[in-house]
T-cell receptor, first 115, second 115 residues
Framework: GAVVSQHPSRVICKSGTSVKIECRSL??????MFWYRQFPKQSLMLMAT?????????EQGVEKDKFLINHASLTLSTLTVTSAHPEDSSFYIC???????????FGDGTRLSIL | AQSVTQLGSHVSVSEGALVLLRCNYS??????LFWYVQYPNQGLQLLLK??????LVKGINGFEAEFKKSETSFHLTKPSAHMSDAAEYFC?????????????FGKGTKLTVNP
């Protein structure tokens, strides 16, 4: 149980395009989902906390107009990187939890490469 | 505020040897502590967690960790390393059970297992 699916696993696109990443909880309803960014050989940095039906809470320094997060249902959250540039290239990972009493379960991540 | 320090960005052991990965935390509230493992180009998998109760926590794949409040530590151990244990390991802390509150990660320790 507690499977989180992230799609796509890898994206390569040109500078200026927008990229959407999906995070789905496959066998449970997730009231809260989290989006992390991981630079090479570094730890995970939380970008934002996404609650179903409400606006995401962004961490300090994360541009909310750049990284659009939508949590339209209890099983799906999306991260859209708008007008992506090479500096946005990174490994993006989502996580989800059933409720506050359960640990977070992570997706397999999305490797984003902007040319 | 919370923080995590993982001592040693790289640890190398021989197959069959003891694995010890160190984690110290700082938390202004009673901490909930986690160890996650990450294989290349994948998300994070929960190894074990400490919330309350027994301070020695057993996890998957033969790993265990002991919560020592007096030392603010949560070191991860495994009696006998296996080649498949080679991966990146992250210690994380939160003030709740990690469900609806954000995790603060350490910088990670890369474990190499030599034949």
């Amino acid at each position: 149980g507690a499977v989180v699916s992230q799609h796509p696993s890898r994206v390569i696109c040109k500078s200026g395009t927008s990229v959407k990443i999906e995070c789905r909880s496959l066998d449970f309803q997730a009231t809260t989902m989290f989006w992390y960014r991981q630079f090479p050989k570094q730890s995970l940095m939380l970008m934002a906390t996404s609650n179903e039906g409400s606006k995401a809470t962004y961490e300090q320094g994360v541009e909310k107009d750049k990284f659009l997060i939508n949590h339209a249902s209890l099983t799906l959250s999306t991260l859209t990187v708008t007008s992506a540039h090479p500096e946005d290239s990174s490994f993006y990972i989502c996580s989800a939890s059933r409720d506050s009493s359960q640990p977070q379960h992570f997706g397999d991540g999305t490797r984003l490469s902007i040319l | 505020a919370q923080s995590v320090t993982q001592l040693g960005s790289h640890v190398s052991v021989s197959e069959g040897a003891l694995v010890l990965l160190r984690c110290n935390y700082s938390s202004s509230v009673p901490p909930y502590l986690f160890w996650y493992v990450q294989y290349p180009n994948q998300g994070l998998q929960l190894l074990l967690k400490y919330t309350t109760g027994a301070t020695l926590v057993k996890g998957i794949n033969g790993f265990e960790a002991e919560f020592k409040k007096s030392e603010t530590s949560f070191h991860l151990t495994k009696p006998s390393a296996h080649m498949s244990d080679a991966a990146e390991y992250f210690c994380a802390v939160t003030g709740a059970q990690g469900g609806s509150e954000k995790l603060v990660f350490g910088k990670g320790t890369k474990l190499t297992v030599n034949p």
